[in-house]
């Protein structure tokens, strides 16, 4: 099986921008989580959607959104964008939230 | 409040000898855990998990032990291999809940010297 993907792996924005990034789970996954990492700060949990649903949500602020279509594939978008947005942002996908997830390479965020 | 702790940012361990990474939850209700394993600019990678019924779990060079009356799981690597060095997630899961997200530790650097 493929494993999951993400596009793009880089980006530079300028502040006030948004940003869109997309995540292919592996096949048969319907759940999908998309996490912010900074340095020292370890996986901070962004959200996470089921069959189209978001299920779960982290506390980050309402700049961060996403959604996920009827192929499981996701998006998430970062609006207003602020320096401290610099980050790596990871998708993982799982047969359900709680089950051994699997991460994607990540988008490496740069913002300006 | 965190409910799962990697007390220890960083590890330095020589080439041959044991690794051991620690991890502490406050939940006890988690009754699945693993370990993911990341370097630099790339996603994590799962390396092992174990189940709440069980103390130990072996793959390889990699054993984990639950110690569930001390909320309290490790990850034992033997013998360390440069190739080691990275940062080691643990992560907890409420397994029956089905959709509850796992609870990620913030990382240990594990450095092997060779």
């Known amino acids: 099986k493929a494993g999951v993907t993400q596009t793009p792996r880089y980006l530079i924005k300028t502040r006030g921008q948004q940003v869109t990034l997309s995540c292919s789970p592996i096949?048969?996954?319907?759940?999908v989580s998309w996490y912010q990492q900074t340095p020292g700060q370890g996986l901070q949990f962004l959200f996470e959607?089921?069959?189209?649903?978001?299920?779960n949500k982290g506390n980050f602020p309402g700049r961060f959104s996403g959604r996920q279509f009827s192929n499981s594939r996701s998006e998430m978008n970062v609006s207003t964008l602020e320096l401290g947005d610099s980050a790596l942002y990871l998708c993982?996908?799982?047969?359900?939230?709680?089950?051994?997830?699997?991460f994607g390479p990540g988008t490496r965020l740069t913002v300006l | 409040d965190q409910q799962v702790k990697q007390n220890s940012p960083s590890l330095s361990v020589q080439e041959g000898r044991i690794s051991i990474l620690n991890c502490d939850y406050t939940n006890s209700m988690f009754d699945y855990f693993l370990w993911y394993k990341k370097y630099p600019a790339e996603g994590p990678t799962f390396l092992i998990s174990?189940?709440?019924?069980?103390d130990k779990n072996e793959d390889g060079r990699f054993t984990v032990f639950l110690n569930k009356s001390a909320k309290h799981l490790s990850l034992h690597i033997v013998p360390s291999q440069p190739g080691d060095s990275a940062v080691y997630f643990c992560a907890a899961s409420l397994s029956l809940s089905g959709n509850t997200p796992l609870v990620f530790g913030k990382g240990t650097r594990l450095s092997v010297i060779a």
């Open positions: 959607y089921f069959s189209e649903t978001q299920r």
């Open positions: 993982a996908s799982s047969t359900e939230a709680a089950d051994t997830q699997y």
């Open positions: 174990i189940s709440s019924i069980k």
């Open positions: 096949s048969g996954h319907r759940s």
